[in-house]
C-alpha cells in the first residue's frame, strides 16, 4: 500500500623571483586547504550525510547545527491545537499558480488549518532549487516546484498555515542510481529494482545520514513537524532478488525504529514533531507487514503515526467488512480502534493521526465519503487527520466551516 498516484542537489634566473614564487605557492595552497577544510567542515558537521560511518557514528556530538544556508531566515509558524491538513503536490501545479490560491482560500474558509508538501519526493527529487547537502547536489536532486521556499513559508506565515514536511526515505531512485553505495542491490551486483522504483538499503547508515540531513535542512527551512513517507523496506516486486549489502541480521522492525530513533537526536535541537506514514493494515495486524512497520516499535520512537487508512486499498474481508471501500466510516473507525487500543496496552503516548480517503478508485469518494471518515476519526476521540488527493482537488463541503 502507498499513496495512489503518486509516482512524489600555477624560469627566472634570478633567486628573489623564486622566492617570491614559492612564497606565493605557499600562500595559495593554504587558502586552498583553508576553503576546502572549511567547506569539509561544513559539509560532515553541518550536514551528516556525506561522511563515512568511521568518520561520524549516528547520533555522535560532532553533529553541529547548520549554518545559515542559501535562504533568508523562514518565520515559524505555530502548531494548531488539532492539525486539518491536506496533501499539497507541487509536482501537478506550481505554488504560484491559481491552483495554490484557490487551495489557500479553501484552508482559510473550511476547518483546516495546515498542509503537507514535499520536500523530498519517492523519486528522489527534492521540491526546491539549491541545497546545503552535497550528495544531493552532485546526484542533481534540487529542482524548482518550490522555486522561493523563504517566499512559500512567508506565504504560509501570514495565513497562519502550518506547513509539515514531507520526506520520503528510502525509495529514491536519484541516490540510489548515483550513489548505488547505498542502495538495495539485485543478485548482479546492480541496484535493485521494481519498475522505475529503486531503494536504499535501510541497514546502511550513510543511507540514514543522507535522508537526515535532508530533514535538518527542512528544520532550517521552518518547518516545525518532519514527516517520513517511505520508512520501510520494499513490498512490490521481486524480493527474492533483492540484498541488502549492509546487513547486520537485525529484523526489519529494528531496523526501522533505530533510523528513527537517529533522526530524533540528530532533529533534537530543532524541537520538531516527529512524524511517520505507515500501512493502514499496520494499525491491526501484530506483525510488520513484512516490510519493518510494526506499531507499537514505531510509536515507541515518534511524536506522530500517521497511518493510511485509504479504504480503497483494504480488500474484502479486511477488518471483518465485505467490502472496505463502500465503507469509509466503519474502515476507518475499525483501523483507528485497534491502534488506539495497541498502543493503550503498550503505555505509548504517540498520537494518531490518520491519512484519509478524497479520492476516487473504484467506488466514488464525494464529500459524504470523506466526511464519513472523519467523522469515524472523531468518535474515537481523534481531532486531527490529513487528506490526500493526488490531483489536489478538495471538496469544501466536506469540511466544516473556518472557526470563528
Excluded at 164 to 190: H, S, Y
Excluded at 219 to 234: H, K, M, N, S, T
Excluded at 291 to 299: F, K, N, P, R
Aim: hydrophobic share 40%.
Amino acid at each position: 500500500m502507498h499513496h495512489p498516484g503518486y509516482e512524489p542537489h600555477r624560469r627566472s634566473p634570478s633567486r628573489f623571483p623564486l622566492l617570491l614564487a614559492a612564497a606565493l605557492l605557499v600562500l595559495l595552497a593554504g587558502g586552498a586547504a583553508f576553503i576546502f577544510f572549511i567547506n569539509s567542515d561544513r559539509a560532515e558537521h553541518a550536514y551528516p550525510g556525506n561522511t563515512a560511518p568511521e568518520e561520524q557514528q549516528p547520533g555522535s556530538e560532532s553533529e553541529k547545527k547548520p549554518p545559515a544556508p542559501f535562504w533568508p531566515e523562514s518565520p515559524l509558524i505555530p502548531r494548531p491545537e488539532q492539525v486539518k491538513g491536506i496533501y499539497v503536490n507541487v509536482f501537478e501545479q506550481p505554488v504560484t499558480g491559481p491552483f495554490f490560491s484557490d487551495l489557500l482560500e479553501l484552508i482559510d474558509n473550511t476547518e483546516l488549518n495546515a498542509i503537507v508538501v514535499d520536500l523530498k519526493d519517492d523519486r528522489g527529487r527534492l521540491t526546491y532549487p539549491r541545497t546545503m547537502v552535497p550528495w544531493a547536489e552532485s546526484a542533481g536532486a534540487p529542482d524548482h516546484f518550490i522555486s522561493d521556499p523563504a517566499g512559500f513559508m512567508a506565504t504560509l506565515a501570514e495565513r497562519g498555515i502550518y506547513p509539515i514536511a514531507r520526506i520520503v526515505a528510502f525509495k529514491d531512485p536519484v541516490i540510489a542510481t548515483q550513489m548505488p553505495q547505498l542502495a538495495a542491490l539485485n543478485g548482479r551486483g546492480e541496484p535493485w529494482r521494481y519498475g522505475a522504483d529503486y531503494w536504499l538499503d535501510p541497514y546502511n547508515k550513510d543511507a540514514w545520514k543522507y535522508v537526515v540531513a535532508l530533514a535538518r535542512e527542512a528544520a532550517e527551512l521552518g518547518f516545525r513537524e518532519i514527516q517520513f513517507d517511505y520508512v520501510r523496506f520494499p513490498s512490490d516486486g521481486d524480493l527474492s532478488d533483492i540484498h541488502y549489502p549492509a546487513e547486520d541480521g537485525s529484523p526489519y522492525p529494528e531496523v526501522i525504529a533505530a533510523f528513527l530513533r537517529y533522526a530524533r537526536a540528530s532533529l533534537a535541537e530543532y524541537e520538531v514533531e516527529l512524524s511517520v506514514d505507515v500501512f493502514g493494515l499496520v494499525t491491526s495486524d501484530p506483525g510488520d507487514q513484512g516490510i519493518g512497520q510494526h506499531l507499537e516499535s514505531l510509536a515507541a520512537t515518534v511524536d506522530l503515526v500517521c497511518p493510511m487508512i485509504y479504504p480503497s486499498h483494504y480488500g474484502a474481508g479486511n477488518l471483518g467488512l465485505p467490502d472496505p471501500e463502500r465503507a469509509p466510516y466503519d474502515t476507518v473507525y475499525l483501523s483507528l480502534r485497534d491502534a488506539q487500543a495497541r498502543l493503550e496496552q503498550a503505555g505509548l503516548e504517540a498520537q494518531l493521526r490518520p491519512w484519509l480517503q478524497a479520492f476516487t478508485i473504484n467506488h466514488f469518494y464525494g464529500a459524504a465519503e470523506v466526511r464519513a471518515q472523519i467523522q469515524a476519526a472523531e468518535d474515537l476521540g481523534i481531532e486531527e487527520f490529513l487528506l490526500w488527493n493526488n490531483g489536489n482537488y478538495y471538496s469544501a463541503a466536506a469540511l466544516r466551516p473556518a472557526p470563528k
